[in-house]
């Protein structure tokens, strides 16, 4: 309830400063259900875009919505614990447990200690990103915008997020390999995760990485190549499009292809890829390769008659089921989400729809270019799936559930499936 309700006050707070005609280019003037889905998909981290955030949005908005993106990164925890840091407070029993599950971790101790390394691996990577992007925007902006546009972009990169304020998204860099080498630098390192990222600084070689860091590591690689190759086989992309394609859809969302053009068999891949999304404990989103792998050992088990091992290492039954179920609880929603779109936007394809269901569940922020067009109760949906799919349905449901502590144990029996 702490990370449902810290979320929820910083999208009212976010959804408000946007709404301010400060944050409006002059002339322009953005409805309110934009400033509040702007804001959600900024602190979701998500990038689906109802307006154009280049040109309806003045530079003050565009730093509310960079600040709105670091806090959905880090998370609303995170982002707490370090001002109660700041301010000298003492971080209390209540709020290391509620940082400990926000981070994704097994345990309190050294939460505190590992949230300080967190933000300062994140500002470092981010400012390094920055000067990167700077020396390609110094190229086509003033030196000022030039600062600006690098900031935000590699603040959205490595959170995963997806916005941008180039008029023509990364379109305009489709052919540009430094620029699009860089973003896709910056999105894999945040889709890692921060625990990966520290375990990789800290023992430096693979074979003496954890068991969560080598899975992670070996699913990115694994999902970047097929991904890359089916998507070179169903639209014929040059090489460096169809691997940006295939990275920026594990929930960073940034277009350098027009994702409406696809073919049929590469919005499918598309859906795949921003389904299973990046790695628990990042900045991105989906159903993680953590539960794909979990799914699939449990598969391969259960045919061959093993047990569930890998890396030498015996993967917890209460894990595959937890895969399984959090799996389950996504299809359900973007289904769900599909459903009502489809009722309240009759005139739209089914692929379209559920492109856009998986891209705000997943918080990818791809579109086939549908988002602008919406009805207003079309982008509620919308927002309401992008907030489930950031903090995760389990912790959703969580929220709500109640301890039972009756000890009556049923009579197990035995059904059929399959």
Same mark, same amino acid.
């Given at each position: ?96 447990v509620v940082l400990k599950e926000s981070l994704g971790q097994n345990s309190i ?98 074979? #003496? *990485? ?10 990115? +690689? &694994? =999902? /970047?190549?097929?991904? @890359?190759?089916? %998507? ?94 959090? #799996? *389950? ?10 459903? +009502? &779109? =489809? /009722?309240?936007?009759? @005139?739209?394809? %089914? ?60 009579v197990e029996e035995q059904i059929t499936v399959g």
């Open positions: 309830m702490i990370l449902i309700l810290g979320f929820l006050g910083v999208l009212a707070l976010g959804s408000v400063l946007l709404m301010l005609p400060i944050s409006h280019t002059p002339g322009i003037t953005v409805k309110p259900i934009d400033a509040v889905f702007t804001a959600a998909s900024a602190l979701f981290v998500t990038g689906l875009a109802s307006v154009n955030i280049a040109t309806h949005f003045s530079g003050f908005g565009q730093i509310v919505i960079a600040f709105l993106i670091q806090i959905g990164g880090l998370g609303f925890m995170s982002v707490a614990v370090v001002l109660f840091v700041l301010l000298g407070k003492k971080v209390g029993l209540r709020e290391r101790s050294g939460i505190v200690r590992l949230l300080k390394k967190i933000v300062a691996m994140t500002l470092g990577i981010e400012l390094v990103g920055a000067v990167l992007c700077f020396v390609i925007f110094i190229q086509d902006f003033a030196p000022l915008e030039a600062v600006k546009a690098s900031l935000f972009h590699a603040v959205s990169s490595f959170n995963n997020c997806g916005l941008d304020v180039f008029d023509g998204g990364m379109m305009v860099y489709q052919s540009n390999a430094p620029m699009l080498l860089t973003t896709s630098a910056l999105v894999i390192l945040g889709g890692l995760g921060f625990a990966v990222i520290c375990d990789i600084a800290k023992k430096r070689r693979f074979r #003496t *990485l954890t068991m969560h860091s080598k899975i992670v590591i070996v699913m990115t +690689v &694994l =999902l /970047l190549t097929v991904g @890359t190759l089916l %998507l070179k086989l169903t639209d014929g992309l040059d090489w460096l499009s169809a691997f940006f394609q295939s990275m920026t859809t594990r929930t960073a969302g940034f277009n350098s292809v027009d994702n409406g053009q696809l073919s049929a068999g590469g919005k499918f891949v598309s859906m795949l890829l921003m389904f299973i999304g990046a790695s628990p404990g990042s900045t991105g989103g989906g159903i993680k390769t953590t539960s794909l792998f979990a799914m699939l050992l449990a598969a391969r088990s259960l045919a061959k008659g093993r047990e569930r091992t890998a890396f030498h290492r015996k993967i917890p039954a209460a894990s595959v089921l937890k895969a399984f179920i959090i #799996t *389950l609880f996504g299809a359900a929603i973007v289904c769900f989400c599909t459903l +009502v &779109l =489809l /009722l309240g936007e009759p @005139t739209i394809a %089914l692929s379209d729809a559920l492109y856009e269901s998986v891209s705000a569940f997943a918080t990818v922020g791809l579109s086939t270019g549908i988002t602008p067009m919406l009805h207003d109760s079309s982008k509620i949906v919308l927002i309401l799936t992008m907030f489930l799919g950031r903090l995760g349905p389990l912790t959703v449901a969580c929220a709500w559930s109640f301890n039972n502590d009756s000890t009556l144990n049923y």
